[in-house]
């Protein structure tokens, strides 16, 4: 992502209110040089520091220090006086005294800058205030003569739980990254906000060090690396490995292409080292499909680039790994390469499929996310308007997207002008942005099932928005606030005061813990909590049916639907479990009769932090893409299941002579469609898990259904073929005979083509 270019005020005097001082103060009588292998830092007598690389060409310069303070304001330095001081490891360092203006007295901030190999450590110590606000902390830097614009990345390491499970990806700072050619040069952070950082200033936020001081630290790495290499060696860890693909988001559209596996590995230590590289490629049924072991000697500072090549199969996804080992020090990181074809859906904006949060993460491009919404089928874009984050409506009604608002943010309870505001602005946005529905607002049943505040919403927020769509003549339709879970409850007063009238689509999210999505516990069982039954996914759809039966006829919307994915943890589904419930998630939506059904969402991430790893968060697991956008099982399964349902009528759910074997009958153009799983193993998933949060989360490439079921089929021909795709659209071929084919079920949900219409006769 470029680095915002906002209009950036703070750097003059007129705006921080800082007052300029004679430059003569500011001055040194000579500039002071230190330097390492590959490169060298002048303080020069203006205060600013040149950072050249090892043949002495300037790279970048660094100017002024901003503060933040709460009583001050943001106050930046004016020159400053080199010096060389001794660390106590006894190298030399430069250092420089700043000067501040008149609006920050007795304030100082000074430098210290020190080199090892081709990095730079940075510090800035801030002192003299009891009101500093260090998360605001700035500095600023001149970029030389880049042949590319600066970018940011998130930083994040590989890590693995003593307790087992599967690896997963924790933060490890943030990168700007310049480029010069083959040469790059990374500023690499603990922390850092994008949005606040522009052409001059990086957003460097400092810590505390006492009440009235506080420290910045940031490191800026020279070399051909990418940026998680530059934050090892900034970091001084021992080995740092970053795998990728060129092609985006991994996805491949055909078989027998090489599909290559790009690493870096790089040595962060202080010591050559030998390192050893072992990779791996499997497929979704574990097959190893690729893999070896290179040995190579790694210099301090160095890198290791390797590029391994994978066959693609004609669907499916491969998961990947690289490691690194030298003695006792390791490191790993994994991505997934995946195939899936191109598509050519029918249905148009009669299709259900779509996707709930903005696609605004544009990573690699516009363009490849608009196509990768195209290739998975998804019709209709939960929020879009002018303003809002991700592709433009132009773009989006150019490629035949639909697409609605959800604007929040009523002043409920507030005064009648507060409210009238908030009305007038975003009626007016929606209409602006010819939006299909407006929903208004999100998930205002808090706390779930209490009931409180229908009658307020109704009154302050949904009223207010049909009353000016009306004066404005528009068709536009709405949809309620969409709520967390199926609360009735909440849902009652909603139609006691005159909410129901006034929509035209019901919406809700049925959120889903460790159960299958075909769980359907009755609503009088659901328990509350965390971890309660309150979540699960068929049992509301169909309270939500019952609901709309008894209070009037009205659109179902999910707009919000998921698989969560947290790594070890049982309340989540695995990788495998996620692209189960994905399928037949939607297959369920579709039989049921649901209108709009909005994926949340399409990456791994929060929109406030992109793509940094947040681990802990449930709901930065709810992606189809993982964090590095590579493919999630479940997004193979959203498309399968996108285009088997593309043009599908529902036909009746199937009664074979086991209880236990379950499905669904659609008609298609194509002929009849068949989804067929069994119950054996219960609705309960990762069941073996103790009282603690953590499970050890199985991979994904391993079949967690131990009991299997023969089930015989009536086939559509006497003798001939049948279609089986498994959940990410892999397809085997069964053969039939005597009108009958005989199938192996478990708790996984499967696809046929080819079976009688009526497949369960008895």
Known sequence: MSVARRRFLQGSAAATGATLLPVSLAHAAEQVTIDAD???????????????????TGRVELSHFMIKDSALGQQRTFGGTPALVTLPDGRSALRVTYAMGSGAPGVTVRGTFDVTARRAHLKWEVSGSSTLTPTGFMFARTVLTPSAPESYEALTLWERDARGGIPYEVNAGRAYTATWGDTKGSFCLPSSNPSYTNATWIHSPGTATGTSAAVTEADFVL?????????????????????WSEQPFGLFKAAGQTMTLKAQVVNGSTATKPVTLTWWARDFAGKKLAGGTLTKSLATGASWDAAFPVTS??????FTEVSAVSGSDRALA????????DFAYKAGTESMFGLANYPWLLKPSKDAVLGLLKTLGMKWIRIAYAGAPGIDIATLDANGIAH?????????????????????TNVAKALDAKAAYFEVSNEVNQPWMSGRGADLY????????????????????????????????????????????????????????????????PPEEWEQGPAGSYWNFL???????????????????????????KPNAWWSDTYRHAAENTLLTLALCKAEGVRGVNWYQLHDSTIHHPQEADPANPEYHYGLLNRDTSAKPSLLAYATAARVLDQAE????????????KGLLFSTPGGPVSILWSRKDGYLLNTDHGEDPFYATPEPWLDPWPTKTDVIAHSATVAGTVRELNCIGQERTLTAAAGKVRLTLDGAPRIYYGLAANPDWK
Not at 313 to 318: E, T, Y
């Open 38 to 56: 590959g490169i060298k830092l002048i303080g020069r007598t203006d205060g600013s520091v040149l950072i050249q690389d090892g043949a002495g």
């Open 223 to 243: 070399g051909d690396l990418r940026p998680r290499a530059a934050g090892t060696i900034a970091a001084g860890r021992v080995l740092g490995v970053e795998v």
């Open 313 to 318: 199969p004609s669907q499916g996804i491969v």
């Open 334 to 341: 994994r991505t997934n390469l995946s195939v899936l074809p």
């Open 404 to 424: 609605n608002v959800e604007l929040s943010g009523i002043p409920v309870g507030g005064t009648p002008e507060q409210i009238a505001a908030w009305a007038d």
């Open 458 to 521: 109704v009154r302050d927020g949904l009223k207010q928005v049909t009353d000016r769509l009306e004066a404005a003549g528009s068709t536009m339709k709405v949809m309620n606030a969409g709520l967390g879970g199926m609360d009735y409850v909440w849902t009652k007063n909603f139609h006691d005061a005159g909410g129901w009238d006034l929509i035209d689509a019901f919406a809700f999210h049925p959120g889903r813990g460790n159960f299958t999505a075909d769980h359907a516990p």
């Open 539 to 565: 049992g509301a759809l169909l309270k939500a049916k019952q609901v709309i039966a008894e209070y009037g006829e009205k659109e179902l919307w999910l707009t919000e639907a998921y698989a969560p994915t």
């Open 650 to 661: 529902f036909v009746r759910k199937l009664a074979f002579a086991d209880p236990d074997v």
